[in-house]
């Protein structure tokens, strides 16, 4: 397991994980729908997250959300590398009703995003291009290549969702425990 506080000017972070976990999500970020999204990436990914942030909200939700991003973006840097007897790669399709998002994703320790669900507007109160931002963040500070694409869908909160879902179970999938691979890269190291 590991833990971190996070303090800024915007936010206030306290955030600890378990790769090894069940899944539990404790999450209080201020922000409903970004708590059940968070819940629903620690259910399916199998990790556990206990996470609470108290962001300048009176601002928008911005700081909250990717701050939240580059916490976990670390935490789980430090729990997945160095990198040995994983699968390393991960990918899943997740359907919520009409909407189909796919994710693949690299434990590659070089950070990518390619983020494709065009959608506006809001879910509740939540900006839906914060999805994007929040992913971004946690990619970026943990060295994951991540493809997060939109195949349909119209109901923003079943794109979120799913986006979210897929994301979890592309990175259990890629946590799975393989020791033939040893290190799984033809480099020697990740």
Known sequence: MKETQRVTKETNIRCSIDKDGTGQGIINTGIGFFDH??????????IDIDLICEGDLHVDQHHT?????IVLGQLLK????????VERYGNAIVVMDEASVECALDLSNRPYLVYECDIFGKVGEFDV??????????????GITCHIIKQRGRNKHHILEASFKAFAVALRRALAENTKLGIPSTKGIL
């Not at 999204?37 to 199998?46: C, Q, V």
């Not at 959300?65 to 991003?69: I, K, L, M, N, R």
């Not at 430090?78 to 007897?85: A, G, R």
């Open 37 to 46: 999204m968070l819940e629903a990436l620690s259910k399916h990914s199998g």
């Open 65 to 69: 959300v990717e701050d939240c991003g």
């Open 78 to 85: 430090q729990e997945i590398f160095p990198i040995e007897n």
């Open 129 to 142: 291009e914060l999805a994007e931002e929040f992913f971004h963040a946690l990619v970026s500070n943990c």
